[in-house]
C-alpha cells in the first residue's frame, strides 16, 4: 500500500469505516496514480483495488502499481458486486459530495446487504497538505503560467479584443508545456473588470481601462491560479487609488500567513484594510482557497469555513478584490506555499501596476 492509501487506512480505522468506494476523479488519482477519466478504488484496512473497464486496464496497471486493478465487464455495478462479496464487508463508505442520487439507489438496491455510509472530505483533507513532489509540480504549473502570461503581456493594447489575447495566453501555455488550462481564463477589461469572473469576451479593450488577467495552467493533473491586473494608458487617481488599497491589502494578507493562523483570519487582515479604505461592499468573495489537483480545494480564507489552521506544505491563494459595478474592478492573485515560518510566493510577474500603451 502506498503512503498516500495507508493514510487514508488510519483515518478508515479511527473512524471504525472497514471501507472505502472512492469515485471523484481527483480523489482516485491522488491515492492510485490513475488519471484516466472512468474508475473507482475500493480501499480496506488490507487491500487496495482499482475497479476500471476494458479502455483502461492497462493504463491503469501501469499507473496504479500498489492498487489491484479489476477490469469490470457490464458495468461498475457488477464489479462491486463482485469484489465486496469476497471482502465480505457490510459496511462500506461512499463519498457523498461526488455520487449521484440515482448510483446511490442503485448501490442499494442491488447491493442491498451492505450498509452504504456517506462520508464527506477525508481524501480532501489528507489532499490538503502537499508533499515534495506536489509542490514541485504545481510550481512548474505556475512557472508555464506565468512566462506565458508575461510574453503574451506586450501584445496587450487597445484594439484587441479580451477573446484574441486570451488565445494568446492559452497558445503560449500549451506551447510552454501545460496539459490544459486550470480553468477557463478570465480577462476583463474596462466596466467588465468588476466580473470578479468575467470569461474573456468579445468585448474590444479600450484606452485607460483596467483588464485583469486570472489564469492558470494544468500540468501533470495539478493546477495553478493567479491573477494580475493591468491598465491600458496613465491610471486616474481614483484607479490608483483603488489599484494601491488591493495591492496593499494582498501584499498585508500574504505577510502574515504562517503555520497555525487560520484562513478566517488572514481573510480578515486584508479585509479590514479594504474596509478601512471605504470599499468594504465591494470585496465579496473569499481571500483564498487551496489549489491542486482541483483548482478550488481546502483549506478556504475566509469569513466562511476558514477555521483550517495553516499548516507547511499547504498551496493556497491570497487573491483580495474591489469591484465597482459599473466602473470596474482590480484584483491581485498570488499562489503561495505555506512553509515552516511564514510564506513562500509561487508566483512571479510584478505586482506593481503595468501601464501598456497603445
Ligand atoms: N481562477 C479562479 C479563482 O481565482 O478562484
Ligand atoms: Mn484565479
Ligand atoms: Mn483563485
Redesign the pocket.
Known amino acids: 500500500m502506498n503512503d498516500r492509501t495507508q493514510r487514508l487506512v488510519r483515518k478508515l480505522k479511527a473512524d471504525q469505516l472497514p471501507a472505502l468506494m472512492v469515485t471523484d476523479a481527483n480523489n482516485r488519482r491522488y491515492l492510485s496514480g490513475f488519471s484516466g477519466s472512468a474508475g473507482t478504488c475500493v480501499v480496506t484496512y488490507e487491500e487496495a483495488y482499482l475497479l476500471t473497464d476494458f479502455r483502461y486496464t492497462d493504463q491503469a496497471t501501469q499507473q496504479a502499481p500498489d492498487y489491484q486493478v479489476i477490469t469490470y465487464k457490464k458495468g461498475l455495478q457488477e464489479g462491486l458486486s463482485q469484489l465486496l462479496e469476497d471482502l465480505e464487508v457490510d459496511q462500506v463508505g461512499f463519498e457523498a459530495d461526488d455520487v449521484t442520487y440515482r448510483t446511490y439507489s442503485n448501490l442499494c438496491d442491488e447491493l442491498g446487504d451492505i450498509e452504504w455510509a456517506p462520508t464527506s472530505g477525508i481524501i480532501e483533507k489528507l489532499r490538503q497538505v502537499k508533499d515534495d513532489e506536489e509542490v514541485q509540480i504545481i510550481r512548474e504549473a505556475a512557472q508555464i503560467a506565468d512566462e506565458a502570461f508575461e510574453e503574451i503581456l506586450p501584445s496587450v493594447r487597445p484594439g484587441r479584443t479580451e477573446s484574441e489575447v486570451a488565445l494568446d495566453l492559452e497558445f503560449c501555455m500549451r506551447r510552454l508545456g501545460a496539459e490544459e488550462l486550470a480553468?477557463g481564463l478570465?480577462v476583463a477589461s474596462g466596466v467588465r473588470s468588476s466580473l470578479p469572473?468575467g470569461r474573456a469576451s468579445e468585448k474590444v479593450i479600450g484606452e485607460g481601462e483596467f483588464v485583469t488577467f486570472?489564469y492558470?495552467a494544468a500540468y501533470c493533473g495539478y493546477c495553478s491560479?493567479a491573477?494580475r491586473t493591468v491598465i491600458t494608458g496613465e491610471p486616474t487617481e481614483k484607479q490608483r487609488e483603488v489599484y494601491d488599497t488591493v495591492l496593499r491589502a494582498q501584499k498585508a494578507a500574504v505577510e502574515f500567513i504562517e503555520p497555525g493562523r487560520t484562513g478566517e483570519e488572514v481573510d480578515r487582515v486584508a479585509r479590514d484594510i479594504i474596509a478601512e479604505a471605504g470599499y468594504g461592499d465591494n470585496f465579496g468573495h473569499g481571500l483564498g482557497?487551496g489549489v491542486g489537483l482541483a483548482?478550488?480545494e481546502g483549506p478556504r480564507l475566509s469569513q466562511q469555513n476558514g477555521d483550517t489552521e495553516l499548516a507547511p506544505g499547504m498551496v493556497v491563494?491570497v487573491?483580495p478584490g474591489i469591484y465597482i459595478s459599473g466602473w470596474g474592478g482590480v484584483r491581485i492573485?498570488d499562489l503561495v506555499m505555506v512553509t515552516e515560518d511564514g510564506a513562500e510566493v509561487l508566483t512571479s510577474p510584478t505586482k506593481d501596476l503595468v501601464v501598456q500603451k497603445g
Open positions: 480553468f478570465i469572473h486570472d492558470g491560479d491573477t482557497h483548482v478550488h491563494t487573491e492573485e
